[in-house]
């Protein structure tokens, strides 16, 4: 039995849709996954082997340690759910990942999505990605990220108001849901399942004029860190703010041919970057700088999810926009890499090897 599983990256808020918006891109974790059917025993931890292909050159290892690495943990969680406490005899779970850690690109998020999508496969448990969604939001509590990594497209996404009783379940503390390093089979007899629709989400259209350029810095900012900057009150004129343009903002995007001064528009922010832009340095000039008007191709610009990446939106001159923000970033000392990604309109997939 072997299968590939294929989870996008993402960017979420989009500039105002702060936890609400995120958008797949075309950069992919890859599990290439094979089980002996054969074999009846392992010495394998939890009957499971990782081997990694690191292809995203972040100074962070990916754990190899199924009790450990966040994917094989999630996809534990979704298997003890259903009353299976391992995985099956001899599972090989290859890591193929080239997407930056902790660069606002939804590493995480991505990690969550494809380990809830292995265990619904080894388990042989028929979940709908409906259900998975459910299964991610229990781990990673914002939908913007993971319901991009797992529906695909631009999508923007909510929570349910929950029934006090799931809401309960909703905020247990992740050490209680997903097994704990080194605590090995016996480790959370009976996790706590998902309510049933924990969050939901609407794809949108997007203008298949528009391309995306990511710039990556060389460095990281935490998501909790990116959090403990942003202020616990705001004022009745930022937010309408922001609602005025997430609003305004699916529409931009799906509108064909694409309109540059109301796509620029649409993507500012009062809610998240002010506050994050003492994180990343030259952040301030680069959303200044960078205009349709100042330059040829350009539709928009934002940070991308808590950053440091920065997502800009372009018909044309892609590398020419790349280089305008590297050079800010050089300003600064900063070295960048850069890609350019178009959305992942699948989201994550599944393939299965008949030939093995």
Not at 51 to 60: F, G
Not at 205 to 232: G, H, M, S
């Amino acid at each position: 039995m072997a299968f590939t599983i294929r989870t996008p990256c993402s960017s979420a808020n989009i500039g105002p849709g702060f936890d609400v918006i995120g958008l797949a891109l075309s950069l992919y974790l890859e599990l290439r996954v094979s089980i002996k059917t054969s074999e009846v025993s392992s010495d394998q931890p939890l009957n499971c082997i990782i081997t990694c292909e690191d292809q995203s050159s972040s100074p962070q290892e990916i754990s190899l340690n199924p009790e450990i690495n966040l994917i094989t943990r999630v996809a534990l969680y979704v298997l003890r759910c259903h009353d299976q406490r391992a995985f099956p005899v001899e599972t090989h779970v290859h890591i193929v990942n080239p997407i930056p850690l902790g660069r606002g690109l939804g590493s995480s998020g991505a990690a969550v999505v494809a380990g809830a999508i292995l265990g619904n496969e080894v388990g042989r448990l028929g979940l709908s990605k409906a259900r998975l969604l459910d299964y991610c939001l229990m781990i990673e509590r914002h939908p913007d990220n993971v319901a991009a990594a797992l529906f695909g497209g631009f999508v923007g996404t909510y929570l349910n108001e929950l029934k006090p009783e799931d809401l309960a379940r909703i905020e247990i503390p992740l050490s209680e849901i997903l097994p704990a390093p080194a605590g090995g089979i016996n480790t959370g007899i009976k996790p706590p399942e998902p309510p049933l629709g924990i969050g939901h989400y609407k794809k949108f259209q997007w203008a298949k004029e528009i391309k995306t350029i990511v710039i990556i810095p060389d460095f990281q900012v935490p998501t909790a860190k990116a959090r403990e900057v942003l202020p616990t009150m705001y004022s009745r004129a930022d937010v309408v703010f922001n609602l005025q343009r997430a609003a305004l903002l699916p529409s931009a995007l799906g509108q064909s041919p694409p309109d540059p001064d109301m796509i620029y528009l649409a993507m500012q922010d009062k809610v998240h970057q002010p506050y994050r832009q003492t994180l990343i340095p030259g952040l301030t000039e680069i959303l200044l700088s960078m205009t349709p008007s100042t330059q040829a191709g350009l539709l928009g610009i934002c940070l991308s999810g808590a950053g440091p990446t920065i997502l800009a939106l372009a018909t044309s001159n892609f590398e020419e926009i790349a280089e305008r923000i590297i050079g800010q970033f050089k300003l600064q000392d900063v070295s960048c890499q850069w890609k350019l990604l178009e959305p992942a309109e699948d989201g994550s997939t599944v393939k299965r090897n008949t030939d093995i």
